[in-house]
């Protein structure tokens, strides 16, 4: 039995404002309420952080780095944490370690038995089953409908037979360098976010605990690489080799509708999909933003809400971990910024350059960029309208965080690579 350990979602639970009657100062009942709600997540946030940390500590005793996921790779454990598996959706390689006291090989058949218990079920399905250990076994001679396996290119039995039989046992050494790089990707990934999100405002309380916990896991690996070299663990890797277009291929039709429906460029969803989440529908970062375009439920969620959808409140995980509602709210947000929020740049070069930055960093750092660090969107867009494309461009380059800066070189060349490579 194999369940889903991730990153905690601290981020992700929203602290209510507490309105006090301006005549009598006191509260309503229904203030009371939202006091008595605020209480409960206040303690579900210390608990939850109090199991990461937990977990993560029976982790470190077991395999020295307790790898977790992140928005281009899924990690999970058994229930005994003997057995780990690690889909890597940037490199599309398959990873399953065993600590095994018998030294003996894994077979072709307890290796399509992993993948069947770690991965036929569907991505809300696995996110519901984070920190459970008595998750409930799945049939092996059938793949679930929207099973993640087929979010990976595994439609059927025997492509699952045909992909477990092309399983490799790595050396030691080849697993110790495979760990240390996912880890170290995934702890400068997100203090690169932290970083981001503190340029656009102070952290909060909860943020700056995670933000002491990636720190914790970082000296973790420093400290624990030795033990790496588990004399009695076995892995296996299977290398899916497959290209870029054949990855994006089972959510393509999706990202066509969408972007159809919202008037966006389907290569430029595309490029955000990949660049966000390299098509991995478990996507989830520390700031936290959800599934395959990483939406972020307070803001690019709360958006689409309010504008698109004219509804109250904000769109929550299980609902983001759905490919096609998750696909819907990416291209929905990226026709707010690009028609909404800065329509008024006019040459259309310059606002695709300002609306990748935006869906990355926010409007606020945009405007920041153009307006001597003062966020007036307004007058930010009156500079921008002065500027040529490419001088918009070097500015952004200039005057967003680093990660932005990568960020819109990654997605303009991914865009040119779909446009270049699809036959839509």
Known sequence: MVTRITFPSLFAVLLMSVPINAATGTTTSF?????????????????????????????????????????????????????????????????????????????????????????NRSPNQLAELEFSLEAPKIEADKLVEDSTLSKIGIENLEQLHTIASTAQEIMPSQYQVNVIER?????DNQLDEIANLESQKPLSDEQKQVKTSIIEDKKQL?????????????????????????RSAPFLTDIQENASEHGIDVNLVLAVTETESHFNPLAKSSIPAFGLMQIVPATAGADVNKFTLKKKGLPDAKTLYESEQNLFYGAAYLNLLTQRFLNGIENPTSRLY???????????????????????????????????????????????????????????????????????
């Open 31 to 119: 203030d009371e309420f939202k006091l008595k709600q605020k209480a409960q997540y206040a303690q579900f946030k210390t608990d939850y952080l109090a199991k990461y940390e937990a977990f993560k500590a029976q982790l470190i005793d077991k395999w020295g780095v307790p790898e977790v996921s992140s928005k281009d790779t899924f990690v999970s454990y058994s229930a005994d944490g003997n057995a780990k598996l690690v889909v890597d959706f940037e490199k599309d390689i398959i990873e399953i370690s065993i600590i095994n006291d018998e030294i003996k090989a894994l077979n072709e058949q307890e290796i399509k038995a992993l993948l069947t218990q770690s991965l």
């Open 183 to 187: 880890t170290n990707k995934r702890i």
């Open 222 to 246: 420093s400290i624990q690489r030795e033990k790496l070299l588990i004399a009695n663990t076995k892995t296996y890797q299977i290398n899916r080799n497959r290209s870029r277009i054949e």
């Open 354 to 424: 300002c609306t990748i930055a935006a869906y990355n960093t926010g409007i606020g750092n945009v405007s920041k960029a153009f307006n001597g660090g003062v966020n007036n969107r307004v007058k930010a867009i009156e500079q921008i309208n002065r500027l040529s494309h490419q001088e918009v461009f070097d500015t952004l380059q200039k005057r967003t965080p680093t990660e932005t800066q990568r960020y819109l070189q990654k997605v303009l060349a991914s865009k040119d690579y779909f446009a270049s490579n699809n036959r839509l």
